[in-house]
């Protein structure tokens, strides 16, 4: 397992201890995982931002820490908010990593989340030129959350 999923899934269980919030501090999740504190922002700004359904607030200095807040909206609320976030584009890395999280977050099964997939590969999009790839993807994606709504 890659040292960014190894963080990821201690923040994730972290906030499923802690119903939904954490406050961690970065150096010291750091130590223990034994990564840099790089590593932890990295981690942060890719796996937990509000497009995944996550809160991320910090505050430096001594005292300092970072707190984690899972939001809590309805699977209608939320599909929402990430079709709004899509915009007018969206490329084939993305799209499949807000799959994977709306899959881990139990707003998708298995079943939606092959087929979205499938649908927003690059290999089904092969016969779109490449400079409208991103644009015709994101209004695929955005189509199909929007047929998730029930």
């Known amino acids: 397992m890659r040292i960014s999923d190894s963080v990821a899934k201690y923040i994730v269980d972290l906030l499923n201890q802690e119903n939904g919030t954490a406050e961690i ?10 990564c840099v504190p790089s590593q932890i922002n ?20 001594g005292g300092g820490y970072i ?8 699977k209608s609320d939320m599909i929402m908010h990430i079709v709004n976030s899509v915009g007018d584009s969206l490329d084939a890395a ?5 799959t994977g999280n709306l899959l881990q977050s139990g707003m998708l099964d298995n079943s ?5 997939r499938a649908a927003c590969s690059e290999q089904s999009l092969a016969a ?23």
């Open 67 to 74: 707190r984690i807040t899972r939001m809590r909206l309805s």
């Open 42 to 61: 990295y981690v942060l700004t890719s796996r937990f931002t509000p497009e995944q359904g996550y809160i991320v607030e910090s505050r430096r200095g």
């Open 112 to 116: 939606s989340a092959a087929l979205i």
């Open 94 to 98: 993305t799209a499949r990593a807000m």
């Open 128 to 150: 779109v030129p490449k400079e409208l790839r991103d644009v015709v993807r994101a209004a695929i994606y955005k189509n199909m959350l929007l047929s998730t709504r029930t």
């Open 25 to 34: 501090q970065r150096n010291e999740l750091a130590n223990s995982l034994g």
